[in-house]
């Protein structure tokens, strides 16, 4: 589920933006309609090649929080395309382009942030796989990740400290905290998606008030979590096998989750 950020080209899975030719800047009409479309809360901070007729441009939102995400403009400057990628061997180029041009830059500092979030731990201790994720009670998405890596968590093959941020409902907040301050979070979160309703996109954990403690330590985990520039639910944060920090937006499926797991490093 994404967040529409005021100062930001909100991210639209699937969709593809049309729009008449741009010519007000005849060097450049792709960087011109990005401009135009950005209607002054965005700022090119670089561009470069992509697939095809495509120019692709790392763009940032000019008042704080100031998150940089990525989009896609044809060479006329007819299109813009501001979401998901994808090529015609399924390669997420979105995805590709966002670990080169954004990640390898903020990651260190990102993964520092989710370091010092406040989370709660699930998994061993000896998992060869680790990482942070951050999701939200009443995220469809995150209920699909969740199912699909329950059994390696359970397993002992994975290990990870879930990141609870609360923009969904109003009821969200009490449902973290319902998480967050059981005796048995990892109960508590179980709980919370075996009873997931797809239909109404609703966790199954009942809110409890949130104390201001609590309230703080949410305000700081949604912080991090625009400083980290993720639109939405889930975020993934880990350090592969290389030692390098990653980041994902949304969440794979299938053979490509595998592979993300696989490349998961089993420290935090």
């Not at 030719?21 to 990005?34: G, H, R």
């Not at 008030?209 to 309230?215: D, F, G, I, K, L």
């Not at 520039?229 to 096998?241: D, L, Q």
Request: with cysteine; proline share 6%.
């Amino acid at each position: 589920m994404n967040i529409k950020f005021k100062n930001t080209v909100t991210i639209l899975a699937g969709t593809l933006l049309a729009t008449s030719v741009f010519a007000a800047n005849k060097t450049d009409p792709a960087k011109a309609l990005v401009n135009k479309l950005g209607n002054g809360n965005i700022k090119v901070v670089k561009s470069f090649p992509s697939i095809g007729n495509l120019e692709g441009f790392v763009i940032e939102s000019v008042k704080a929080p100031k998150q940089q995400t990525i989009v896609y403009a044809d060479k006329q400057g007819r299109y813009m395309i501001p979401s998901v990628l994808v090529d015609a061997k399924g390669n997420n180029v979105s995805q590709e382009d966002y670990n080169a041009k954004i990640a390898s830059v903020l990651g260190p500092k990102i993964y520092a942030g989710a370091k010092n979030a406040n989370w709660i731990e699930e998994g061993s201790a000896k998992a060869p796989h680790k990482a942070y994720m951050v999701v939200e009670p009443n995220c469809s998405a995150c209920h699909m990740l969740y199912t699909q890596i329950k059994p390696m968590i359970d397993s002992g093959q994975l290990a990870v400290r879930w990141i609870f941020v609360a923009f969904m409902k109003p009821q969200s907040p009490g449902m973290v905290a319902a998480i967050m301050e059981s005796k048995d979070p990892s109960k508590a979160l179980s709980i919370d998606e075996s009873k997931f309703d797809l239909q109404t996109e609703t966790g199954g954990i009942q809110p409890i008030n949130v104390t201001p403690a609590m309230q703080e330590k949410i305000k700081q985990n949604m912080a991090f979590m625009a400083e980290a520039a993720f639109t939405g639910t889930p975020g993934i944060i880990f350090k592969s096998t290389d030692g390098k920090p990653q980041i994902v937006r949304g969440a794979p499926s299938g053979p490509a989750l595998q592979n993300m797991i696989n490349s998961m490093s089993n420290t935090f």
